[in-house]
């Protein structure tokens, strides 16, 4: 039979996610590549036990790699993977310290990675260089004492994410005057969530979250959540403590007067920057805006930036120009899930005030004095248009125009932006007078430059 053009499928079934499906001509080879482990969060995942051709006799695998299977195409072929659910294990500090032993992950190499249903074994040293080991709790559950004076085992099954925790005696030396009221244990597991800081400082020590202590009844501890952990426009800030202590310092004295759990609690934060234009879109610089959220206010940096609270809700309280509140209240909250630059409009309105003669030739160097609606005031100086372009908060404002003893007034009594007109009238004298200073200026600069220009011609010179 001529198979020259004939095609044959490639299925592929179950497992993580791979490549290599369809259509290949008669007699090409297959490629397939898929992961030995795969959707690994949160402490559980998946992983490829074995696969299967045709339903024939599986092949195992072991492996948390990217794997490759050559299949020749002679015909078509259902490839398929079976997978097995895992879950991971977390030895809190104080296992960590007393580690002797531990059963192999079941990959070997796969950091404490187990499938669903495994026997572990843990075997720790009680002995440590300044604890003890006293005790051992799977995922905060009951306490099981340690009375080998010397190594100890813990056995469980993986039929969930566990966490063992070791209980690290310590001396009576923090209890307060007079000692400790009996000889009670308590134990006070210290941790923090994922993707925070790793660590906390324990009576002037640095220990890895999570650690579990055994501390005596009555006894007092310093406990110092880390600081955060910043990266470019992102960041993570201690918050407050939650369980033992709800405190928002972030150093507390703790009394051991019960088991339980102590978290530093941090919070996500990013960086925004703002931006502020006047009602027509122009850029606008306030010196100095204050922001405002469910945990307080926010005073936003001179450059306009400042760190927020991922997910909440911020109003922009105050933009101060001129000495004026200039945001528009109906258009200033907002909340960020990423760093972002946010723009906020303002109610600050140009202004123009064009000064004419007569004729209505435009004056130039004409006075306007601006008074605005808070009192704030500036003066500028008519261009060669005979224009002054300014801005004031709201559009409301005052100026008096003068040119050569001559002067006006214009006043604007409603929000918005306003073209103002002024028509000066200047008499025969006033007309003579600004010619005349306009005259000399002109002679003046004229006679500057000749005087420094350099000499050109023909001289003659005598002796005589």
């Known amino acids: 039979m001529n198979t020259a053009s004939q095609s044959y499928a490639l299925s592929v079934a ?3 996610p791979s490549n290599g499906a369809g259509l290949y001509p008669a007699g090409t080879t297959a490629i397939v590549t898929f992961q030995g482990v795969c959707d690994r969060l949160g402490g559980t995942g998946t992983r490829v036990t074995s696969w299967s051709l045709d339903g ?60 669903s249903g495994a026997a572990v074994l843990y075997a720790g040293t009680v002995n440590l260089q300044n604890f003890t080991a006293v005790g051992y709790a799977l995922d905060g559950g009951t306490i099981v004492p340690i009375t080998n004076s010397s190594e100890f085992v813990a056995t469980f099954t993986m039929a969930g994410t566990h966490t063992l925790h070791v209980l690290l005696g310590t001396s009576a030396s923090s209890c307060p005057p007079g000692g400790c009221p009996n000889s009670t244990t308590y134990a006070v597991t210290i941790q923090s969530g994922a993707d925070q800081p790793s660590g906390v400082w324990v009576d002037g020590a640095y220990y890895p979250k999570p ?36 405190s928002q310092s ?34 606008l610089i306030p010196q100095s805006v204050t922001l405002s959220g469910a945990s307080g206010s926010v005073q936003v940096a ?9 997910g909440a809700t911020y109003v922009v309280r105050t933009a101060t120009w001129m000495g004026w509140n200039v945001i528009a209240s109906n258009d200033s909250s907002f909340s960020v899930l990423y760093p972002s630059t946010l723009t906020f409009l303002t109610d600050v309105y140009p202004q123009t005030v064009k000064v004419t003669d007569a004729y209505g030739l435009p004056v130039q160097g004409a006075a306007v004095n601006v008074t605005a609606l808070n009192g704030y005031s500036m003066s500028l100086v ?23 003893g001559v002067n006006d007034q214009v006043v604007s009594s409603t929000e918005g932006s306003h073209d103002f007109s002024v028509s000066f009238i200047l008499s025969y004298p006033l007309i003579a007078t600004v010619a005349t200073v306009t005259g000399v ?24």
């Open 14 to 16: 179950g497992g993580c």
């Open 382 to 404: 008519t261009d060669g248009q005979g224009t002054a372009v300014f801005r004031v908060p709201e559009g409301l404002f005052s100026a008096t125009i003068s040119y050569f």
């Open 211 to 246: 650690v579990t202590f055994a501390w005596e009844a009555g006894s007092v501890h310093n406990i110092t959540a880390a600081e955060g952990m910043q990266q470019a426009s992102v960041r993570t800030i201690f918050s407050h403590w939650s369980g033992l202590s709800d």
């Open 250 to 283: 972030q150093s507390i004295e703790l009394a051991a007067n019960e088991s339980g759990r102590i978290s530093a609690d941090y919070s996500e934060q990013d960086l925004v920057r703002l931006a502020f234009t006047d009602a027509n879109g122009g850029a």
């Open 302 to 310: 001179s450059n306009l930036t400042a760190w927020v609270d991922q």
């Open 441 to 464: 200026v002109a002679f003046s600069l004229a006679y500057f430059w000749f005087r420094k220009k350099p000499a050109t011609g023909i001289y003659m010179f005598s002796d005589s």
């Open 56 to 115: 024939g006799s599986p092949v195992p695998v072991q492996t948390n790699a990217t794997e490759t299977l050559t299949i020749v195409m002679n015909g078509p072929h259902a490839l398929t993977f079976n997978t097995v659910q895992q879950y991971s294990l977390t030895l809190d500090y104080g296992a960590q310290l007393s580690l002797l032993s531990v059963t192999q992950p079941s990959i070997p190499g796969d950091y404490y990675w187990y499938d």
